[in-house]
């Protein structure tokens, strides 16, 4: 079982990044998917997760509007595009399809 994550950087204020996340070794379609994120010294919480048809999602007001959870179930992935990014949106940057987290992304929104 894997997620593999990609996308990410540094990006100023303003600036948009998309996460992908790549999954194999269990049956992707049908498990809810999440992106989280943990700034440093904080907890890791939860920002947008959608369900395994994609026909609902949700996501924490902080990002309602410029972030989008979206999933390619015929090619196993999952997607966080962000846009608008604020300097408080730096974090580490996770997904997660039931028990299973991918190894994790640094985002950082910096001038």
């Known amino acids: 079982v894997q997620l593999v994550q990609s996308g990410g950087g540094l990006v100023q204020p303003g600036g948009s990044l998309r996460l992908s996340c790549a999954a194999s070794?269990?049956?992707?379609?049908?498990?809810?998917v999440s992106w989280y994120r943990q700034a440093p010294g904080k907890e890791r919480n939860l920002v947008a997760s959608?369900?395994?048809?994609?026909?609902?999602?949700y996501s924490v007001d902080s990002v309602k509007g410029r972030f989008t959870i979206s999933r390619d179930n015929a090619n196993n992935m999952v997607f966080l595009q962000m846009n608008s990014l604020k300097f408080d949106d730096t974090a580490v940057y996770y997904c997660?399809?039931?028990?299973?987290w991918g190894q994790g992304t640094q985002v950082t929104v910096s001038s």
């Open positions: 070794g269990f049956t992707f379609n049908t498990y809810t």
């Open positions: 959608m369900t395994s048809t994609g026909t609902s999602f």
């Open positions: 997660r399809a039931s028990n299973y």
